[in-house]
């Protein structure tokens, strides 16, 4: 892993916040941090209480869609989002989310291990300690975004 | 492609064992020998078997059970037609229970090595969220 060095340009001049990333080459431990950025970019807006939140989404344990609606599920609150399940795919693809089944995405940063099941399904256990089941149509993606 | 490869295996793994069962039976004298007449058989059952899971996979069976008998299901169908309609065994009870195993046990087989391997990459994902894990905490 080749050290990285962190240069920091603050100006009035400059509209807006960019980030440029010089490297020979994207190893894992960059692409890794190429995905904390973008988690932390990306926003989604979630309803409750007749509020409507801004929710970064590397706070978000998965999104489920549950008759028509999304659903975003923080560790303690769940959000209801005016967007449908594939468009909110679209918005997180470049994070660290990925789809295990026709109504679930999950934040791959927010499972704390897996196991096999016999019926050729994977088991997830989440950090607040949720199962997650990945579709066995899904699972040949779900390893490559962990062993790829 | 990839998905391609996944059936090839079990088409693979399948064949082979059905070979190895096969051969099995013929030793206790159960089944005549070995030849390359039976080879061709089981290659063709094989393939069929393997082609019609495949079809099965694409229909929105969401129980796993059920398609767990489904699978089964066409196993058995295949072996009976073979038996009744291409003359691959004597199409007796004693024959079609003895073909029957065969192929559930094959099935089992490669059930269990899929299990195998499906265990082996979980231990993988399971080492790769543990040093991301250490990574991010440094």
Redesign the interface.
């Known amino acids: 892993m080749s050290h990285i060095r962190l240069t920091i340009k603050e100006s009035t001049a400059f509209k807006d916040i960019e980030i440029i990333i010089n490297c020979p080459v994207v190893d894992d431990h960059l692409a890794t941090l190429i995905e904390l950025i973008k988690q932390h970019e990306v926003i989604l807006l979630g309803k409750k209480d007749h509020r409507v939140h801004s929710i970064s989404v590397k706070d978000l344990l998965y999104i489920e869609a549950v008759d028509n609606t999304s659903f975003l599920y923080d560790r303690s609150t769940v959000f209801e989002s005016e967007l449908k399940l594939y468009e909110i795919e679209e918005v997180v693809k470049d994070t660290r989310f990925i789809r295990i089944s026709k109504n679930l995405i999950v934040n791959t940063g927010h499972i704390e291990s897996v196991r096999a099941l016999f019926n050729g399904k994977f088991e997830a256990v989440l950090t607040n300690g949720e199962k997650v089941i990945v579709n066995r149509h899904y699972v040949k993606s779900f390893k490559e975004k962990f062993l790829n | 492609m990839?998905?391609f490869k996944?059936y090839l295996t079990a088409f693979t793994m399948s064949f082979t064992f059905s070979c190895i069962f096969y051969l099995l039976f013929s030793y206790i004298d159960v089944f005549h020998s070995f030849d390359e007449n039976t080879l061709i058989t089981m290659l063709f059952v094989s393939l069929s078997i393997t082609t019609l899971i495949f079809l099965s996979h694409r229909l929105t069976i969401r129980s796993?059970l059920m398609?767990?008998v489904s699978e089964c299901l066409i196993i058995v169908g295949i072996l009976l037609i073979a038996g009744r309609y291409f003359g691959m065994f004597p199409f007796t009870p004693f024959y079609i229970t003895a073909v029957v195993s065969i192929g559930l046990l094959t099935y089992t087989v490669v059930?269990v090595v899929?299990?195998i391997g499906?265990?082996a990459?979980?231990k993988?994902?399971?080492s790769?969220?543990q040093s991301?894990t250490m990574?991010?905490r440094q």
């Open positions: 990839k998905e996944v796993s398609l767990r059930l899929s299990y499906d265990q990459s979980a993988k994902i399971n790769v969220i991301k990574e991010e």
